[in-house]
């Protein structure tokens, strides 16, 4: 069986990792893949946005599967090119991965179908968003609509901080087109929590659940990144809140998809902000999360392949997963400069000592092989990930991985789940 797997950062690694230990043992190939992806199958000269190369690649080669890892590829209909030729494809199609490409056709969505949002208002004119945030006031979020690689979101504590975010975004168009339509939403508090779900066009299933960690520094400093660490299970999300989770955020997401004509199958990913009022819906990805991904894998305890075949054939149910009951871990590994400018090329020492850690995996990412050894070649270049009884000791044995690799401008953050530890006892 042929699986090609389109992507290179830490989700993808984890997700071939993750396939490569199917039963059925498929034959893997990435696009374009890292050094870790190296070594579990081929990887493939193709960027994984260049979608005329990927179809044509498909065409000749067949895969019995496609699995779509990022967001622009499934935006910009790399599911719909290959269904038409015929190919299985986990992934979603162009009109349902408006969710996450479309920040307003997602808050239309969601006010149509009841789920709980922040409040928002959209608008293409700079002057009409500023007398709109004037109006309401500071604290206030500012979001790009479009695809904007994690960073089209300001959370302003002034209105003058509002306004220059206006200007940035639909003025100096930093974000792109991404920035053509903005959308002022009220300003939510809560703990957070990603709660993604297999769908299979009329069923889903929620996963593990998880915590990213977005800026840069420890104590949720510094400036927005990917994320640089998560954790899974996230203990905020508690027993009683998955019901509402499911029914509030995800049937009702999909019951009006599906009113629209449009079927979602692949994965929907929440962000979730848990107000006092209940979980609000800050985002939807139509992907897997990076770096959710290389914490949930890990813990998932049945093979991948039949979870995909049943989300393309209709025929996912609750029965098919399972868990173990273990807490995962991953801290990402960034270069030094990141997420501003970074440099590329540094060696990295020390992988496979970190990978004799018990309970240690290497997941890659911004990773690239020259002659024999691993570079960095990216922003965020690798997530170590361990699995433990418990999260402290996922996180003992995440650092104990860590503190084996070095690299020239490498760093990362030390609180990795540390808050989670804290706040465990009183959730
Ligand atoms: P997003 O890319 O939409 O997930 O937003 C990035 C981060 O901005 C989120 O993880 C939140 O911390 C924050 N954020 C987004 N929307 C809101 C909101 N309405 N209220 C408060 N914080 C928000
Ligand atoms: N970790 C956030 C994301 O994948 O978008």
Redesign the pocket.
């Known amino acids: 069986m042929k699986v090609l797997v389109v992507g290179g950062g830490g989700r993808e690694h984890a997700l071939a990792w993750k396939l490569s230990q199917d039963r059925c043992a498929p034959t893997l190939f990435c696009a374009p893949g890292n050094a870790g992806t190296a070594g579990l199958g081929t990887n493939l000269p193709i960027a994984a946005d260049a979608i005329e190369a990927l179809v044509d690649w498909a065409k000749v080669e067949r895969p019995d599967l496609t699995v779509i890892g990022p967001e622009a590829p499934l935006c910009g209909g790399l599911a719909d090119l290959l269904e038409a030729e015929g190919l299985r494809v986990f992934g979603p199609n162009r009109l349902a991965a408006q969710l996450e490409g479309s920040k307003v056709f997602a808050k239309e969505v969601m006010e149509a179908a009841g789920v709980p949002t922040?409040r928002a208002a959209t608008f293409t004119d700079p002057v009409a968003a500023k007398a709109y945030v004037r109006q309401e006031g500071a604290p206030i979020?500012v979001?790009a609509e479009g695809l904007a690689a994690?960073k089209?979101?300001t959370?302003c504590e002034s209105v003058a901080q509002a306004e220059a975010a206006i200007d940035a975004a639909m003025c100096a168009r930093v974000f792109g087109a991404a920035g053509a339509r903005v959308l002022i939403?009220?300003?939510?508090?809560g703990p957070?929590a990603s709660i993604l779900a297999l769908v299979d066009g009329e069923h889903c299933v929620l996963l593990a659940s998880s915590q990213d960690h977005?800026r840069a520094h420890d104590g949720d400093c510094g400036p927005?990144t990917g994320g640089m660490g998560a954790y899974s299970p996230a203990p905020v999300v508690t027993d009683e809140l998955w019901p509402m989770i499911q029914e509030q955020v995800f049937t009702r997401t999909l019951v009006e998809l599906q009113k629209r004509g449009i079927t979602f199958k692949g994965v929907l990913y929440a962000?979730l902000?848990l107000t006092p009022a209940g979980p609000k819906v800050?985002?939807f990805n139509t992907r897997f999360g990076d770096p959710e991904t290389q914490v949930i894998l890990p813990r998932l305890d049945v093979d991948l392949l039949p979870l995909f075949d049943a989300c393309i054939d209709g025929t996912l149910s609750a029965s098919m997963l399972a868990w173990k009951p273990d807490a995962c871990v991953t801290v990402v590994m960034a270069a030094g400069g990141y997420p501003g400018a970074y440099a590329k090329g540094a060696v990295i020492q020390g992988l496979e000592e970190a990978g004799q850690v018990a309970g240690v995996t290497v997941f890659h990412a911004g990773t690239s092989l020259d002659g024999g050894a691993v570079v960095t070649g990216g922003g965020r270049v690798l997530a170590v990930t361990a699995l433990g009884r418990q999260l402290p000791e996922a996180i003992e044995r995440a650092y104990a991985g860590i503190d084996c690799i070095g690299f020239a401008g490498g760093w990362c953050r030390r609180d990795i789940a540390a808050k989670a530890v804290a706040t465990q006892g009183d959730v």
């Open positions: 922040a979020v979001k994690g089209g979101v959370v939403e009220e300003c939510l508090v957070e977005k927005n962000g902000m800050l985002e």
